[in-house]
């Protein structure tokens, strides 16, 4: 009996002292949850090239909208940023997004500045703080140098699309293909958006894609007519250059059309761990801009040149038809995609992260104020705005009063400043000098 009773202790020993697999499967769980390549949301930042509030659905500016249900759809279901500034051209625009700094500060200040390999590209920030976690990839348009091996050089893994400013046509074009180029009778819009499923399909790990679409940039055209509700165009230069506008609108429908069959391919699962960014990149061109002069379209530094239209939907974005009145700079969305991703960044170099609006409302946001410039320069606080041109003059706006800039309150006919308006008008110049110094 008592050699029975030291093999059962021995055997309560062995088995107390075992590992418990059940525990470790948990605990392998749990390892698993916390790895950030299983949990952290895929991003999607779509750009359109030229597209202004006045051009896009559910803006307050502009009496002709184009019919684009996926967005629509994005807005439904997240945030409608109302005060988001870029740069008043493309150039300029695409370098502080993937910078995060002033165009003053890299020299990109015009259309087809280069920018240099030195800077730190968003892609590249990625890599080193999330450990590689994310593959990235840029498909369309880039714009911020024409040589073909730019974008690799910046750092970006995949990149397929076409490195100028603009396109002769938009359905025989050349493609270059990280460095290689071919030609393609594909219609871009179109091309951009099955690349981007192909690529999307093949990932493995969470994935940052920028789409950059250069709809509805000219020239003016008819797209396929599945992709749009415009009706029939006619396609001669005359009836185009004679009423360009239902030709702008038919180009931003088609946009959506392939924005929203991109995102109806991934499957739910993917669908939910990814947050999708839209945004314009700057104005909408004189040609078809509604409301703003032609003058104060795309290319200057007046509302119709700055403020551009941004949506942001999904992962984590847990306001839902919100409409938010934060001052947002471009240089921002760095930041911000950078928190989303892991980082712990809430800001670097002129980059604030306004993550923390998709899920909760501020009275203010994480600025005072936005700041835009080219040969000019412009910034403004929650109700006015200042600019200073390069011929020396002046202005101040009190878009609380006239989002539309009216009147120039240092106009020489109008009544001397208020005290309360000059005293606005020391702080902007002061902080304008600040950021600039």
Known sequence: MKQYFYIFLALLTFTACSTNPEANSDDDDDMEMENPESTSPNILLVIADDMG????????????????????????SGIKFNNLWANPVCTPSRGTIITGKYGFRTNVLAVDDVLSTSETSLQKYLDTNTNNAYAHAVIGKWHLSTDLNHPNDMGVDYYAGFSGGGLRSYFDWTLNTNGTTSSSTDYTTTKFTDLAIDWVGAQTKPWFLWLAYNAPHTPFHVPPNNLHSQGTLASDDASINANPLPY????????????????????????????????????????????????RAKGSIYQGGVNVPMVISGKDVTRANASEDALINATDLFATIADIAGTGTTEINDSKSFK?????????????????????????????????????????????????????????????????????????TAKVQEIRD
């Open 53 to 76: 509030l006045d051009a896009t659905p559910g803006y307050n500016i502009g009496n002709i909208k184009p019919n684009m249900p996926d967005l629509q759809s994005l807005m439904n």
């Open 248 to 295: 702008y609108m038919a180009a931003i429908e088609a946009m959506d059309t392939e924005m929203g069959r991109l995102i109806n391919s991934l499957s739910a699962e993917e669908k939910e761990n990814t947050i999708i960014i839209f945004i314009g990149d700057n104005g909408t061109p004189g040609q078809v801009v509604q409301e703003h002069h032609r003058r």
């Open 356 to 428: 923390e609006l998709l899920s909760t409302t501020s009275s203010t946001g994480n600025r005072d104020y936005v700041y835009s410039e080219n040969d000019d320069y412009t910034i403004r606080n929650s109700t006015h705005k200042y600019i200073y041109f390069s011929d020396g003059s002046e202005a101040l706006y009190n878009l609380g009063n006239n989002p539309l800039e009216n009147p120039n309150l240092l106009n020489a006919n109008q009544l001397p400043l208020s005290s309360a308006d000059a005293e606005i008008k020391d702080v902007l």
